[in-house]
């Protein structure tokens, strides 16, 4: 592909990533239960560590952008948003018939004394604490990561273990949410490998 051909697909995966936030926000806020809240002492356990929170946003988008530059021609591009569109239909699926919410003391224990939680904090007004189950960076993660294998290699696999420790140390998820994630993630590869 030429040159211009990848900055156009870059726009157009911008444009893409910021579409899909929207059917997100949609399900928080349209879910059609009750989100429910787990208590698990294992969750309770985990640290807060707000630094994390850089990696929960500025690793995230910058690595699934990067499939821009492995794209061969156009219609492993258009393959590709097709997967990551079944990732969506799938997460909304979840989030608006089986909602779960992170409890509400983890919020709290968010103080906003430092840049890193005055950033979670900021991320936090867009995103609430539903949407939970399963994780959607971890699931978006993983599809990038098997997407970007071939070119990569298994270091790929670095990326969804550091979202997914970033998720945890922000504690916007229960552990129970990663591997669900994840799997979700492979599902969409599955389609990706079978339409391509």
Known sequence: MSTIDYIINLILSGILIVGIYQFYFFTQRNAIRKARSF????????????I??????FLYYPAILYINWIV???????????SYTVLLVMQMFFFMLFPVS?????????????????????????DDSSNCFPSMHVSVATLTALLALSTLGPWVFMFPLLIALSCMFTKQHYLIDLPAGALLGWVAFQVYCAVM
């Open 39 to 50: 208590h698990s002492p294992i969750d309770e356990k985990i640290p807060f560590w707000p």
């Open 52 to 57: 994390w929170s850089w990696v929960y946003s």
């Open 72 to 82: 061969e021609d156009h219609r492993q591009f258009v393959i590709i948003v097709f």
């Open 102 to 126: 992170t409890p509400p003391h983890w919020r709290t224990m968010n103080t906003g004394k430092n840049l890193s939680e005055r950033f979670l904090l900021y991320v936090q007004k867009f």
